[in-house]
């Protein structure tokens, strides 16, 4: 089964720091979601990306897709207390069923 | 639109009881699914409907029931709870198996 292994486990930065999320699968990655969830609260779909080199921007935050590495890197540009949160990537495909890495905790100092 | 609705938000429930979860969305989707998420476990799959009529487990479907009789809603039936229900639920929904989730705000649940 394909597992999902996401660095840094947890990761604190002074507010206006640039930051990144990687997320490692141990098997051909053809596609991710990323997936931010805040304490207490539901999960909140910030992109997806279907192939291999595939770059995506929403706001401060970017994604992109390396196929060959089986990798993705979500970066924070100037973060701020609202990025704040857990970050969570999952592979495309399963048919709907969303296998989750263990995420990446964001604190996020003022 | 509401998206993805969930009640109740907190429930408390002694061993033994049952109770159901609602779940509703109003965005059209065909695929709906429930999710438990418990700490240093993640989330796990419960069940998941692609559609109307239409229902399948999970990862961990022990203890849990579900039916889909319209597009909107997807209850989900405690039948006897345990303790190790003690958890937070998530229900969400996507255009097709193939597309994005999009979920609810979550349902706490303490079983004593």
């Known amino acids: 089964s394909q597992e999902l292994e996401q660095s840094p486990q947890s990761l604190i930065v002074q507010e206006g720091k640039n930051l990144t999320i990687n997320c490692t699968s141990s098997?051909?990655?053809?596609?991710l979601y990323w997936y931010k969830q805040k304490y207490g609260e539901g999960l909140i779909f910030l992109m997806m990306?279907?192939?291999?080199?595939e770059e995506k921007s929403h706001e401060k935050i970017t994604a992109k897709l390396d196929e060959k590495k089986q990798q993705s890197s979500l970066h924070i540009t100037a973060s701020q207390p609202s990025h704040a949160g857990i970050y969570l990537c999952?592979?495309?495909?399963?048919?709907?069923?969303?296998?989750f890495g263990q995420g990446t905790t964001l604190q996020v100092k003022p | 639109n509401a998206g993805v609705t969930q009640t109740p938000k907190f429930q408390v429930l002694k061993t033994g009881q049952s109770m159901t979860l609602q779940c509703a969305q109003d965005?059209?989707?065909?695929?709906m699914s429930w999710y438990r998420q418990d700490p240093g476990m993640g989330l796990r799959l419960i069940h998941y409907?692609?559609?109307?009529?239409?229902?399948d487990q999970g990862e961990v479907p022990n203890g849990y029931n579900v039916s889909r009789s319209t597009t909107e809603d997807f209850p989900l039936r405690l039948l006897s709870a345990a303790p190790s229900q003690t958890s937070v639920y998530f229900c969400?929904?996507?255009?097709?198996?193939?597309?994005?989730?999009?979920f609810g705000p979550g349902t706490r649940l303490t079983v004593t």
């Open positions: 965005m059209n989707h065909e695929y």
């Open positions: 999952a592979p495309t495909g399963n048919t709907g069923k969303l296998i």
């Open positions: 990306l279907q192939k291999g080199g």
């Open positions: 969400a929904s996507s255009y097709s198996q193939g597309h994005e989730q999009y």
């Open positions: 409907s692609v559609g109307a009529g239409i229902t």
């Open positions: 098997k051909t990655l053809y596609g």
